[in-house]
Structure formats: C-alpha cells, structure tokens
C-alpha cells in the first residue's frame, strides 16, 4: 500500500509542477493582447520561458498584467527565464517597468544599446532610442542592469533542452550566406523601397525550432532587410508559424519572404485601430502554403477582403485581452491552435 500511494504522491507532484493543464513534454507559445504592440510568450518542453517584447507602457500597466495573466495563470509559472526585446519602440518595450516590478526575470537579450560617449550619441545605430536620458531608457537599463546581453546576426540564445533559438538578423545586419543554392523566386522579386532609417529595419529575426516545427518572429522588419534574408538564397527555409510582422502593415511582409518561407498558419499582433493593412491582409491571401491566418484583432476595414476569416480573429472587442495559444507535439509533427483557453482549436501538421 505504501508504495502505491508514495507512486500516485509522485504523479502529483509532476502534475503540479508541470500546471495540471499543461501536457508534457511539448512547446507552447502564447500571442499575448497588447494591442497593436507585441508581447509573444514562449515555453520550452524543459518549461523554459522566453518573451518577445512587452508591449506597451502606461494605461495603468494593462500590458503587463496581461502578460502576468498568461505567464502565472496559464502557463502556470512563476518568472520568465529570458525576456528579448527585438528592438528600440515603445510598443516593444514599453512594458519592461511595469513588467519587471510584478514578474522577475533573469535575462535580458536586444540588439545593443547606444553608446552615449559616440560622437554623434549613436544616432545612426540607434535612430529611436533607447536614449540614457529617455524614460523608457532608464527604466530598461534600470531592469536590465547585470542581466542583459546584445545579440548579432547568427548568434543563439541558450536555452536547455531540445529547443534552438536563432537570430537571423539585428541592427540591419543579416545571417551569413550558407552557401545554399540560389532562391528561383528573387527573380521576380518587387524592387527595393526607400532606405528606412528607423529601428524597424535593425529590428531582431529568430527562428524557434523543436524538431520539425519552426516559428519565425521578426518583430517590425521591414522590406529591404526582409528581402535580403531570403535573397539572394532562403537563409530561413519553411516556416510552420509565421507571426506577421510589423502588425501586419504593407511595409513589411515582403512577398518574396512570404513565398520563401511558405508558412502554413500565421498570426497577426494586430490591434482595432493599429496594423492589419489591407496590403498585407491581402498579400498573405496569395500565399497558397497558408492554412489559417488568426488576428488578435479585426481591423478597421469592413471590406472583407481585408480581414481574415471572422472565426479566426481572438478578439471581437476593442478592448481586447484575450491570447492565441499554440501547441506543438512533443514530437513536433503537429501543432494546434486555439483562441484563449476555451476556443475552438485547429491542428495543423508540421513540414
């Protein structure tokens, strides 16, 4: 008898440990409302978290609540291992203080911070901050004091286990060539835009791998930098989920990237008044490789052409807050996607 039950007393520990609704051994990743910011939580199969941005500061720290929300009642833990910033906009970083005085974290991962001692105070790397004296600087450097590293093109974050992190572009800079064969589609390829002089083309780009699935975040990269990761070779290869960069505006989303990397479901950080360009709505509609494409919000269009399908949009409400979750299998032939805790979910096989 006692055997039995010292046997189910393990059982529950692991099931405590793990959260009671968490299924072990896979990858989770959670599209958090900040609306029209980024805030994407990712969980490792080791449980292992890493976010990407923390949305907005202000409106009574709303984002990072909601953050909070999914990582301690969701996923059920209690700090965020890594926290990467994928560039210098409020939108992206703004939460970090609010953040940082409700969650603990250990690491901080960006693309570098001007060097005030540069002759012309970094401007030309650091177009749009995080400037020492800024508000949203010093509560960054503050948070991030002795915990933070710069990331460069073809670095990786550590993480344990089975699950890779790579950076495939930061500060405007892209991964080396591999070598590979030429990409075909960069014939066709739409010709360059002006030069864009601000964060958002030295914005980060990583690939998360476990096994077979692959997820693609480039915070708010634009067209020339976008175009050069897959031209003149595919520096990213497929990509199962796609979260759309720059909120789905038409300065992103490059079409020669989105055929490259032909995504089979992508999901769009959107929010009602901010992101979800007709252009880029439409552009993703081309894409014959796209199984689903979720929003967290509909946008201001009342074309449906410019929207997604109704059932595949988180958040009917202006003032949003509900998640998009994302399962893969421990063995990363599926993943399944569902809207909050309760939604409906798809599942979609990995490449």
């Known amino acids: 008898m006692r055997t039995w039950l010292c046997f189910f007393a393990s059982l529950l520990t692991v099931s405590v440990a793990r959260g009671a609704d968490q299924p072990p051994g896979g990858l989770d990743i959670y599209f958090i409302d900040v609306l029209g910011g980024a805030a994407t939580l990712v969980v490792t199969p080791e449980r292992e978290s890493i976010l990407f941005d923390t949305g907005w500061r202000g409106f009574e720290d709303r984002d990072p609540k909601r953050i909070e929300h999914v990582l301690k009642n969701v996923a059920k833990l209690d700090h965020l291992d890594h926290l990467v910033t994928t560039h210098w906009h409020a939108d992206h970083f703004g939460g970090v203080e609010g953040l940082s005085k409700r969650v603990r974290i250990d690491q901080f991962w960006d693309r570098g911070l001007p060097d005030p001692k540069a002759p012309d105070g970094d401007r030309e790397a650091y177009p749009d901050g995080p400037k020492p004296d800024d508000p949203l600087g010093v509560a960054y450097r503050k948070a991030s004091e002795g915990k933070r590293h710069s990331l460069k093109a073809g670095d990786t974050i550590p993480l344990k286990g089975s699950v890779a992190m790579l950076v495939l572009a930061s500060g405007g800079k892209v991964i080396e060539d591999a070598e590979g064969p030429a990409n075909p589609l960069c014939d066709s390829a739409p010709p360059d835009e002006r030069l864009d002089r601000s964060d958002n083309a030295r914005s980060l780009a990583v690939r998360v791998r476990l096994g077979k699935f692959d997820f693609l975040d480039c915070g708010d990269l634009t067209w020339n930098i976008e175009k050069k990761l897959v031209c003149p070779t595919n520096r990213i290869g497929s990509i199962d989920l796609y979260q759309v960069t720059h909120h789905g505006l ?19 950080n959107n929010g009602p008044k901010k992101g979800g360009e007709p252009a880029a709505v439409r552009r993703l509609k081309t894409i014959s490789s796209i199984k689903a494409a979720y929003q967290l919000h509909k946008n201001s269009s009342d074309d449906p052409r410019d929207n ?8 009917s409400d202006p003032a949003g807050g509900e998640f998009i979750h994302v399962q893969v299998t421990p063995d990363s032939r599926q993943f399944t996607v569902r809207i909050g805790a309760e939604g409906a979910a798809r599942t979609f096989e990995t490449r």
Do not use: F, K, R
């Not at 038409?250 to 769009?268: A, C, D, F, R, Y």
């Not at 997604?308 to 958040?315: E, G, R, S, V």
């Open 308 to 315: 997604t399908d109704p059932a595949l949009i988180a958040n």
């Open 250 to 268: 038409g300065i992103s989303n490059h079409p020669t990237l989105l055929q490259s990397i032909e995504p089979t479901v992508t999901i769009m």
